[in-house]
C-alpha cells in the first residue's frame, strides 16, 4: 500500500491545500499526519495563508483517509472540531514486517525511544527538519514540515511505498531525497 506522511500543517490552509493535491497525484491509499494541525503555536511565525478554519473543512473532508497523532500543539479543541482522532500521543502499525511506531516527537524520538522491535520505523514530526536514517536498531524517519521548514526552504511530506521512503517538495511534488528499509 502507497501511504503519504506530513507533519506540522500549524493551520496553513494554503499548504493543506497543496498537500492534498499531491496526496491525490501520488494516489496513496492512507495519509498520515504526525500531529501539530491546525494551531501554529507561540514559537512559530503565522504560516501563509492562516485559517484554521478553512484547513478544518479540508481535513474534516478527507476524515476517513487520515490516520493522526497528537502534535504538541493539538488540544482538545481541535478535536472537537475535527472528525477524526488526534489525541493518541503515539501509534503503531505494521507495514511490510516491519513495527512502525507514529508519534509527533515531542515526548518520544530517536533520544527518548519507547520498546520497540529490531528494525522499527520511527515516524515524528516536531522539529519541522527533514530525516531519514538508521539508528541503532531502528529507523527515523521525520518529514519535516508541510507549512513552516526550519531546516531549509523545502516545504515537504514523504510517500512510502514498497520498502522505500521518498521526501518530496509539497510545492511541486519534485523528489527531494529518498531511503529505502530493509
Known amino acids: 500500500m502507497k501511504l503519504m506522511i506530513a507533519s506540522d500543517l500549524h493551520g496553513s490552509e494554503k499548504y493543506g491545500e497543496l498537500l492534498f493535491e499531491r496526496y491525490r497525484e501520488e494516489g496513496a491509499g492512507k495519509l498520515i499526519l504526525l500531529g501539530d494541525l491546525l494551531y ?5 511565525a503565522l504560516p501563509e495563508v492562516y485559517s484554521t478554519i478553512g484547513l478544518t473543512a479540508l481535513l474534516n473532508a478527507h476524515k476517513k483517509e487520515i490516520f493522526a497523532v497528537r502534535g504538541n500543539c493539538d488540544s482538545e479543541v481541535d478535536q472537537m ?16 514486517g516491519h513495527q512502525w511506531i507514529l508519534t509527533h516527537g515531542h515526548l518520544f524520538d530517536e533520544y527518548s525511544m519507547i520498546a ?5 520505523v520511527l515516524l515524528h514530526g516536531h522539529t519541522h527538519v527533514k530525516v531519514m536514517d538508521r539508528c541503532g536498531d531502528f529507523y527515523v524517519m521525520n518529514p519535516g514540515s508541510v507549512s513552516i521548514p526550519k531546516d531549509d526552504e523545502i516545504h515537504s511530506y514523504m510517500v512510502y511505498e514498497d520498502r522505500k521512503f521518498t521526501m518530496k517538495d509539497v510545492t511541486d511534488g519534485q523528489v527531494i531525497d529518498f531511503f529505502t528499509i530493509e
Open 40 to 44: 501554529h503555536g507561540a514559537r512559530n
Open 116 to 120: 520497540h522491535d529490531p528494525g522499527a
Open 81 to 96: 472540531v475535527l472528525e477524526f482522532p488526534i489525541m493518541a500521543d503515539y501509534n503503531m502499525m505494521f507495514m511490510d
